[in-house]
């Protein structure tokens, strides 16, 4: 039994008891950690609203012999306040951490997946930005990351590059990108091709300070499907935003 610091971001908390929460985290050494907050849920706790998802927190935890830790103190890096406060930002916020919990692996340190999220999440509070494809980007990034990116430059069935054949649509099953030849899954328009590179080739800043692009709500839709397609299953704060 021993004492560890690390920072990490709250992916999602549920009840224990009468008073007591376990609390998932995502951190920066120690990968997924779940974690028990005793006493959060009185209004006397020391802990305050320090431990809700969306947050990012210095820690200090106790890891016993089981699988669950003890929050022993913990202070907030940052709420990212603006994106709790905007009904806009907040189910992609969640739909971040969402995919984040999936992604990540119990003890297994992913010091990437955990700086991207708190990229995005800086990103997505920046209310200066429009914030209608940072959740497609990270989901697009994190493909990448877990060696799931899609072909862009070429049609996955075929090989043939782009400008040899025409990039007509898009299926992660096959791999990315497809030729007219072997079409498959969505279609995708010559517009959604180049945002997709953009993204992906480091240029999403840009991407985010100008205005929504024509395909913005194209590659949403492209991303979103082939997050779901590697998780295998549905995303659920993309799906019942757009439900509404």
């Not at 697009?140 to 799931?148: S, T």
């Not at 997709?196 to 480091?202: A, F, Q």
Request: proline residues 5%.
């Amino acid at each position: 039994m021993s004492l560890f610091r690390d920072r990490g971001v709250v992916l999602r908390t549920y009840r224990l008891g009468e008073a007591d929460k376990i609390v998932v985290f995502l951190t920066e050494r120690h990968g997924k950690v779940r974690a028990v907050a005793k006493g959060v849920r009185r209004t006397t706790s020391k802990f305050g609203g320090r431990l809700e998802p969306l947050t990012q927190v210095d820690l200090l935890l106790w890891q016993g012999r089981s699988d669950l830790d003890i929050v022993n103190q913990v202070e907030v890096l940052n709420a990212f306040r603006p994106i709790r406060e905007d009904l806009e930002r907040l189910p992609r916020g969640m739909a971040l951490v969402e995919v984040s919990d999936q992604m990540a692996q119990e003890r297994h340190p992913d010091p990437g997946l955990y700086s991207m999220l708190v990229g995005a999440l800086g990103a997505l509070a920046d209310v200066r930005a429009d914030p209608a494809l940072v959740a497609p980007a990270f989901f697009l990034k994190a493909l990448v990351l877990e060696g799931a990116g899609p072909v862009l430059e070429e049609c996955a069935a075929c090989g043939q590059p782009d400008g040899t054949v025409e990039l007509v649509a898009f299926d992660l099953v096959a791999g990315g990108t497809l030729c007219r030849a072997h079409r498959s899954g969505r279609s995708m328009s010559a517009a959604a091709l180049v945002l997709l590179g953009r993204i992906l080739r480091g240029d999403l800043a840009a991407v985010l300070a100008g205005p929504p692009p024509p395909a913005a709500d194209e590659v949403a839709e492209l991303a979103t499907e082939a997050m779901e397609v590697h998780l295998d299953r549905r995303i659920r704060s993309v799906r019942s935003t757009a439900s509404l």
